[in-house]
């Protein structure tokens, strides 16, 4: 299966509670061009499902970071740039454990959820924003976000409207990087979605379906009734009674037995590239708009972070 992740990483960690960790997009969710510098090629299109976060990821996450905190700072708020994580684990094998090695050290992941809350906790924006009074406290949120999540809304491809502000410092920040603030807010959200469509599609495709009987019955050879690999790792991992770590382990390596045995590894990876394909050409001219755009903020990104200062 395809490693490690940023199927899209917000850009900023949800946060607008008194704790928050971060600042996050204000976004209401409701029912019912500068190119390439000469020489430069763009780069291939980007497959909807795909789990690798490359440089570019990071160097766009680090310029919209630095662009946000300049923002915050000139309003009198202290906001400190952090890194772009890792994915999560269910990014990196969304339909199968299937890495024996992975899973070894592993198991589905427990322990490194646990390291990625510890430092989730120790974010210092959490205890800044936390220590700030009230008032300034909404004030620093309306600040990051705008007054109100109005201004840009998008359509999604499974339904609903999302909303957001065009005001604030995050919207800022992504219209220096992006230029144009609505295409980026329009495709990238559109295209993000794309990835669960994704998923639901794979998994409930024939072949699929037919690999995964045969996936249930190698693990009802070694001890385990469970009807999906998803239904296995939610059991690992409940956050009620979470398996011991050598259980753990087991399990996930009788997983990766059952996923190659049952050839459902191998054909979760042909029906994901499949999907994703059709899904591409379905919703070219969004995945078209987000990669311009992506590939022009490039340069931008690169000047932002030569120019600014370090903090």
């Keep these: 299966m395809p490693r490690n992740s940023h199927a899209r990483r917000s850009l900023l960690a949800a946060a607008a509670a008194v704790t928050c960790a971060t600042i996050a997009l204000s976004v209401t969710v409701l029912s019912g061009p500068e190119g390439s510098p000469a020489g430069e090629r763009p780069p291939p ?62 198991g589905y992941g427990a322990e490194l959820r646990r390291q990625r809350e510890t430092l989730a906790k120790s974010d210092p924006n959490r205890a800044y924003f936390a220590a700030l009074p009230a008032d300034r406290r909404a004030m620093a949120l309306v600040t990051a976000n705008g007054p109100s999540p109005d201004g840009l809304s998008v359509r999604l491809p499974s339904g609903g409207t999302v909303r957001r502000s065009d005001r604030g410092c995050v919207a800022e920040a992504q219209r220096r990087l992006y230029g144009d603030l609505g295409a980026w807010f329009r495709s990238s959200t559109r295209v993000d979605t794309l990835q669960q469509i994704l998923r639901s599609r794979v998994v409930a495709d024939t072949g699929y379906q037919k690999s995964l009987g045969v996936w249930q019955r190698c693990m009802g050879r070694l001890g385990y009734a469970f009807a999906t690999p998803a239904a296995a790792r939610a059991t690992a991992l409940s956050p009620v009674r979470p398996l011991p770590e050598d259980r ?64």
């Design 45 to 106: 299109p980007r497959p909807i499902g795909r789990v690798t976060t490359t440089a570019d990821d990071r160097l766009l996450h680090d310029a919209e970071q630095r662009l946000l905190r300049d923002c915050m700072g000139r309003h009198g708020f202290t906001y400190r740039v952090f890194p772009l994580g890792d994915e999560p684990e269910s990014a990196l094998f969304p339909y199968v454990v299937d890495d024996a090695a992975w899973a070894r050290r592993y």
């Design 248 to 311: 753990e382990i087991g399990l996930a390596l009788a997983e990766v037995r059952c996923a190659g045995e049952s050839a459902l590894s191998r054909t979760a990876r042909r029906l994901d590239a499949h999907h994703d394909r059709l899904l591409a050409e379905e919703y070219r001219a969004d995945v078209e708009t987000r990669d311009r755009l992506r590939t022009a903020a490039l340069p931008r990104a690169r000047r932002i972070l030569s120019d600014a200062p370090q903090a």
